[in-house]
C-alpha cells in the first residue's frame, strides 16, 4: 500500500506492522475519509444492512477480535462495493456532495442543494432511496422538504427573541462569569449586593426608590406643575429666557433634592409645555439634564454617588459643602453659557398660550395657571382592611372545608384583582406613584454593583490604585487626570459602581503613599467626574437612563448620538471649570 503523503511530504511505501495471519483470505482496505463515508453512509447502511448485523451480533457473542474477523471482512467488502457502484454511475454528483460536506463541517443541513441530485442520481442509476432510521412516517423526510417546510414542521428548532437592554446586559455578564467560575456567588455576588466597607449597595437603591417616591408625589399633587404652568406664562413667549428659567429651576431643585428627583418630576411636564406652545423639547429636556447632573454635586444629598465618596473618606457635611459650592457653580455657569452658546435661537409658537395646558401630571384638568394641589395620602390603610376583607369572605362556591386548588387559585385571583380595583379606588395617588417608579434600574444597578465588586475581587483595585498613583505627581495633575478618568469611566460602568471602584483604589495603602494634598484633589476630582460625566452620555448615570425612558414615553426619542452632540461641549467646558476651581482651592488652602 502506498501513502500519498500530505502536502510538501512525499509518500511512501506503508508496511502494516501487525499484518493477518497468511491464511485469512486478503480483503482491500476501503480507502476513502471521512467525508466521502458520510455521504454514502445512508446508502451503505441500507445495501450492507445484514452484513453489518451480523458483524454486531458476533461482536456481541465474543468480544474477542480475532472471532469475527470473517463477518468484519464481509462488512468491508459490502462497503468496498457500495462505493463503486456509486462512483460508477453517479461520480461527479457523488463528488459535489462529499466535498461540500468536507467544506461545510459535516453538515447534512448546509449541502442539500448538492444532497437532492445526487439521491436523484443513485436513484435513477440503481433504485436507491435514503432512508433515515426511526424517522417519523407522518411527514416527509427532512432532506426531502422544502425550506419553508423545514421551518415549520422541524419542531426540534425554535427561536427565542431576546432583546438585550440595559436591565439585561449586566446579568448576562454575571451569568457568564458564574458559569465560567471566574466569579463565586457566594462571594462576588453576595458581597456586590450586601457591599463592604462601609458602602451598602442595596441602601443605595432604596435611597433612590424613596427619593422617587417622594419627588412622583410631589409631581402628582400638581405642585411642580403648577411652578412649571407660571414659569410659563411669565417667559413663555420668549425662549432663550424660557430656558434659562428651566436651567435655573431644574438647578434649584436638585441643589434641594437630587438629580433623581429632578429628573424624575420635570421631564414630563417639559414634554407637555413643548406640545402646548410648539417649542422643540429637545433643548429644555438637555437643559434641564444638565443642571440636575451639575448641582447634585453641590451637596452631600444631591447624589448617591456623593454619599459613597463622603462616607468612605469621613467627610462632614460642611466641609463637603464648603470645598464642592465653588466648583458646583463654575460647572453651573460654563453649562448655562455653553448652552446659550450652541442654541442661537428657541422658536416658541406665540399663537398658544400657557394658559391651554390641558393635562398636567398630577392635575385633572388646568384651564387657568391656578392647578388644584391634591392631598398625597400617608399610608395606604384603606388598601390593607380591603385587602383582609376580600381573602377573609370568600365566595360560597369555596366555602366548603375542602379547599381544591383550582377554587383556592381562583379566589387569590380575585383576591388580588379586587385589591388592585380598591386601590386604584380609594388611594388614586398611591397606585400612580406604585405605576410610575423606574423599576428598571433595580436590576441595572444591582448588576453593575457586582461586576465592579468582582474586578475588585479579581485584584483590580491595587492595579486600579498603583496607575492613579503614577498620574497623579501634583494636586493639579490629580486633579485633571482623576477628573478626566473618572468622568469616562462612568459612561463604561455608569457613575454609582464606578464611585464605589474608584474609592476603594483611593482608600487603597499604594495611593496612600500619595501626598495629603494630591488625595483630597483627587478625592474632590472624582465627586466632579461622578456628577459631570452623566452628562457625557445616557449610561453614565441611573438619571440618564430614567431621562430616556421617560422622555420616550412621551413620544420624544433622544438617542444616544443626538445625545452626545448636545452634552459633550457642555460637559467639557463644566469638567474643565470645576476642575480649574478646585485647583485654586487646593492651592489656596495649602499655601
Known amino acids: 500500500m502506498v501513502n500519498p503523503g500530505y502536502r510538501h511530504f512525499p509518500g511512501e511505501d506503508w508496511v502494516d506492522p501487525t499484518p493477518p495471519p497468511a491464511s485469512l483470505p486478503h480483503v482491500d482496505e476501503v480507502g476513502a475519509s471521512g467525508a466521502p463515508l458520510k455521504s454514502a453512509s445512508y446508502f451503505i447502511g441500507s445495501l450492507c444492512k445484514e452484513y453489518n448485523e451480523d458483524f454486531m451480533l458476533c461482536k456481541n457473542e465474543d468480544r474477542n477480535p480475532e ?27 457523488f463528488r459535489a456532495h462529499w466535498t461540500c460536506l468536507d467544506n461545510k463541517n459535516q453538515e447534512f443541513g448546509r449541502c442539500r442543494d448538492f444532497e437532492k441530485p445526487y439521491n436523484e442520481c443513485l436513484f435513477k442509476a440503481f433504485g436507491w432511496k435514503k432512508d433515515i432510521p426511526f424517522a417519523p412516517t407522518d411527514k416527509p423526510l427532512i432532506h426531502e422538504r422544502t425550506p419553508l417546510e423545514t421551518n415549520n414542521n422541524d419542531k426540534r428548532w425554535f427561536y427565542v427573541k431576546v432583546n438585550m437592554d440595559m436591565k439585561l446586559t449586566p446579568w448576562l455578564a454575571i451569568l457568564l462569569l458564574l458559569a465560567s467560575t471566574a466569579i463565586t456567588f457566594g462571594k462576588e455576588v453576595v458581597h456586590g449586593f450586601v457591599g463592604s466597607n462601609g458602602i451598602e449597595p442595596y441602601s443605595i437603591v432604596i ?25 410659563t406664562s411669565r417667559w413663555g413667549r420668549n425662549g432663550r429666557v424660557l430656558l434659562l428659567c428651566f436651567y435655573a429651576l431644574s438647578t434649584i431643585m436638585a441643589v434641594i433634592t437630587n438629580n433623581d428627583v429632578v429628573v424624575l418630576c420635570l421631564t414630563p411636564i417639559i414634554c407637555i409645555f413643548s406640545d402646548t406652545t410648539g417649542a422643540d423639547a429637545e433643548p429644555f429636556l438637555i437643559a434641564m439634564f444638565i443642571a440636575a447632573n451639575t ?68 392635575s385633572v384638568s388646568v384651564s387657568e395657571p391656578d392647578i388644584q394641589l391634591h392631598e398625597i395620602p400617608v399610608a395606604p ?28 387559585a381562583k379566589s387569590l385571583k380575585r383576591a388580588i384583582i379586587s385589591i388592585i380595583h380598591t386601590s386604584e379606588i380609594r388611594i388614586p395617588t398611591v397606585s400612580a406613584v406604585l405605576r410610575r417608579l423606574p423599576y428598571g434600574i433595580i436590576p441595572f444597578s444591582l448588576g453593575m454593583f457586582i461586576i465592579v465588586e468582582s474586578l475588585s475581587q479579581q485584584g483590580w483595585t491595587p492595579r486600579l490604585a498603583w496607575v492613579l498613583k503614577r498620574m497623579c505627581s501634583s494636586p493639579a495633575a490629580a486633579v485633571f487626570i482623576v477628573g478626566a478618568i473618572t468622568t469616562l469611566a462612568c459612561n463604561v460602568l455608569n457613575n454609582l459602581p464606578m464611585s464605589i471602584l474608584f474609592s476603594r483604589a483611593l482608600q487603597h495603602p499604594i495611593f496612600a503613599q500619595v501626598e495629603s494634598s494630591s488625595r483630597r484633589g483627587a478625592m474632590f476630582a472624582l465627586i466632579i467626574g461622578s456628577n459631570v460625566g452623566a452628562n457625557f452620555t445616557l449610561v453614565g448615570s441611573l438619571a440618564g437612563l430614567m431621562f430616556q425612558g421617560i422622555a420616550s414615553q412621551k413620544k420624544r426619542e433622544i438617542g444616544y448620538f443626538t445625545f452626545m452632540r448636545w452634552c459633550a461641549p457642555v460637559m467639557v467646558a463644566q469638567l474643565a471649570a470645576a476642575c480649574a476651581i478646585l485647583v485654586a482651592e487646593l492651592a489656596v488652602v495649602q499655601s
Open 207 to 231: 435611597l433612590i426608590f424613596a427619593l422617587a417616591y417622594i419627588c412622583i408625589s410631589l409631581d402628582e399633587s400638581g405642585l411642580l406643575s403648577y411652578v412649571a404652568v407660571h414659569v
Open 67 to 93: 472471532h469475527c474477523l470473517k463477518e468484519g471482512r464481509k462488512v468491508t467488502r459490502c462497503a468496498i462495493d457500495a462505493l463503486q457502484k456509486i462512483q460508477s454511475q453517479c461520480l461527479d454528483e
Open 381 to 408: 390603610l384603606p388598601l390593607a382592611s380591603s385587602s383582609v376583607t376580600a381573602i377573609v369572605e370568600p365566595s360560597d362556591q369555596v366555602k366548603s372545608s375542602g379547599f381544591r386548588k383550582t377554587k383556592l
Open 295 to 362: 448641582a447634585s454635586m453641590a451637596l452631600f444629598i444631591g447624589n448617591p454617588t456623593n454619599i459613597i465618596v463622603a462616607e468612605a473618606n469621613d467627610i462632614s457635611f460642611l466641609s463637603y459643602s464648603a470645598w464642592m459650592g465653588l466648583p458646583f457653580l463654575g460647572a453651573a455657569v460654563a453649562g448655562i453659557a455653553v448652552l446659550y452658546l450652541t442654541n442661537s435661537a428657541i422658536d416658541i409658537h406665540t399663537s398658544r398660550s400657557a394658559r391651554t395646558l390641558a393635562i398636567i401630571p398630577g
